[in-house]
């Protein structure tokens, strides 16, 4: 994979852009599809110029082996939601190409703004080799590459961007995992998977800290129930039809689309007091939703983390429609 494959190069935001995130340069590390490509989206139509990166590009499918999906594709999304997208073809987990892609951003802009740490791409190393077995019992090479590609790949990232990042007036660090530091108290059903999805929890906190003499804000944030490109072909369906698997998975009926993380991180992203309201803080979809009044495509407020903590554990008469 190689730069000459970007969308745009250009490297100067219109003049006449407007939005709340107008002017600002945006790295959506995770762009590909799901929360990562619709928060590029959501961005853009901000006012923002976005660098997207992911290992799948027209020319290459990733491991994840999903060609349907691009970072070409999603730059085009950027552009054509009213922002700039730059498709940058990138493995976070190969220090070279993530130093190069900080120095091209640092070419074009001078500065990097927010930085969005969506990487992850392990789902096809869930089902039967991990989920139900005990760690012993999880091949190691499965175990480590879960590792690799929820941890590793965030603070390479992190260490190789965030001396540009604090280059900004505000700088903004996102941290995307799955579960809040709350919900993640329980045991997620196997030591490799926790380790992966508490890890950006702690990042985010640790971060947290280290940004704050820069007025800076670093944070994780967990989506719901994804009806991510990838849950909605496990299902079977699609956007359009997606409440037909519920018949499947009862639980399904709380799912959120990828868009509802993307605008409250749109909102938090344009908000000038974020420090102080969510510096080193773990929160979700759903809290993120009420606090900036931002609803999902079809007009829902979905808290899927409040709908598993309350009925699903804890026993609680309610249905998902409840929790919408």
């Known amino acids: 994979m190689n730069d000459n494959h970007n969308h745009n190069s250009g490297s100067t935001p219109p003049a006449d852009r ?3 995130l107008a002017g600002r340069i945006a790295l959506v590390a995770g762009a590909t599809r799901g929360a990562g490509r619709a928060l590029a989206v959501e961005l853009g139509r901000a006012g923002a110029t976005v660098y997207v990166t992911g290992r799948t590009t027209r020319g290459h499918v990733s491991e994840v082996g999903r060609a349907t999906e691009t970072i070409e594709e999603t730059a085009e999304l950027v552009t054509a939601a009213g922002g700039t997208g730059i498709a940058v073809p990138t493995d976070h987990l190969d220090e070279d190409r993530v ?7 640092d070419r074009d802009q001078g500065r990097l703004d927010i930085l969005f740490n969506d990487l992850w791409g392990g789902e096809h190393l869930l089902a039967g080799s991990v989920f139900g077995k005990k760690s012993w019992q999880t091949p190691l090479a499965d175990g480590l590459r879960i590792l690799d590609l929820g941890v590793r ?7 190789l961007a965030l001396p540009l990042l604090i280059r900004s007036d505000a700088p903004l660090h996102v ?17 490799y998977y926790d380790l992966a999805k508490n890890a950006p ?18 944070v994780a944030v967990t989506p719901g129930f994804l009806r991510s490109e990838q849950m909605l072909a496990h299902f079977g369906v699609t956007e359009d039809n997606w409440r037909d698997a519920v018949a499947k ?3 399904f009926a709380v799912a959120e689309s990828p868009y509802y993380l993307a605008r409250a991180v749109a909102a938090l992203a344009a908000d000038p007091d974020r420090a102080a309201r969510w510096n080193g803080r773990s929160t979700s979809s759903g809290e993120l939703a ?4 931002v609803r999902d495509v079809d007009g829902s407020r979905p808290d899927a983390m409040a709908y598993f903590e309350d009925v699903y554990y804890g026993g609680k008469q309610g249905t998902p429609d409840d929790y919408r």
């Open 18 to 20: 407007e939005g709340p």
């Open 99 to 105: 130093r190069a892609l900080v120095e091209r951003v």
């Open 153 to 159: 790949s965030h603070l390479i990232t992190a260490a």
């Open 175 to 191: 941290e995307v995992t799955d579960g809040t530091a709350a919900f993640n108290r329980r045991y997620r059903e196997n030591l």
């Open 201 to 218: 929890i702690r990042i985010a906190f640790g971060l947290g800290q280290e940004l704050a003499e820069y007025g800076g804000t670093a």
């Open 249 to 251: 998975d009862p639980h």
């Open 290 to 293: 009420r606090a900036y009044g």
